[in-house]
């Protein structure tokens, strides 16, 4: 099984290469993790490829960096562009899974469970109409969110357990050295060590 993992350098991104690893341990040769880095015009641009750079060292696996059109911060239907654009570069690399990052407490509409099930919906009408070269069905590939029933103190949790380094990660939506302490992710991280009761390795400009 080959497995293409989307990866903006966070916990949920690491827990995923974790948990890919994991899947394809018993399918080596056959089986391989690869990671996809997308630059959007994201603030914390740098950071977050820096933090997946790291992260795929080490864990031994190839990334793939993708510059998009698109202007930074949040855009309407971010979230869907990014799956398609993988599930595109899936199929042309002959991938058989593709995993992405929604998690049980994302506040965003495009990240609920509802839309997430329609999201799903559309790509299994969408997907039988990906045609090879030779104008026959493409293989499937599937889209699976598996952090999707997971807060952060669960996704902490086990990520701990796969022995996640995450003093690697990177989950500030602010650029800088350190994280800021301040953002709506720096928080959700801090809380979800805490909840965890898993000493929390980043530091912070603000302490909370």
């Known amino acids: 099984m080959r497995i293409l993992v989307l990866c903006s350098g966070g916990i949920k991104s690491a827990c995923l290469i974790g948990l890919a690893c994991k899947e394809i341990a018993n399918d080596v040769p056959k089986g391989e993790v690869r990671a996809i880095f997308f630059d959007h015009g994201q603030v914390a641009r740098d950071q977050e490829w820096h933090a997946t750079e790291e992260l795929c060292k080490h864990y031994d696996i190839r990334c793939y960096a993708v510059s998009l059109p698109t202007r930074g911060g949040w855009m309407p239907f971010k979230l869907s562009l990014l799956v398609f654009y993988a599930l595109h570069l899936a199929h042309l690399m002959h991938f058989d899974v593709v995993y992405y990052g929604a998690a049980l407490g994302d506040e965003r509409a495009e990240e609920s469970c509802e839309y997430l099930k329609r ?18 069905p493409a293989p499937r590939v599937e889209v699976e969110s598996p952090l ?29 050295e350190i994280h800021c302490g301040l953002c709506t992710y720096c928080k959700r991280r801090h809380e979800g060590f805490n909840r965890a009761r898993i000493s929390d390795p980043t530091h912070y400009r603000s302490q909370f």
Request: with cysteine; glycine share 4%; aromatic share 12%.
């Open 119 to 136: 999201l799903q919906a559309l790509i299994d009408i969408a997907q039988p109409t990906f045609l090879k070269h030779n104008f026959q």
């Open 148 to 176: 999707l029933l997971l807060d952060r103190k669960r996704i902490i949790f086990m990520g701990t357990d796969y022995k996640t380094p995450w003093q690697l990660t990177w989950s500030c939506d602010q650029s800088g």
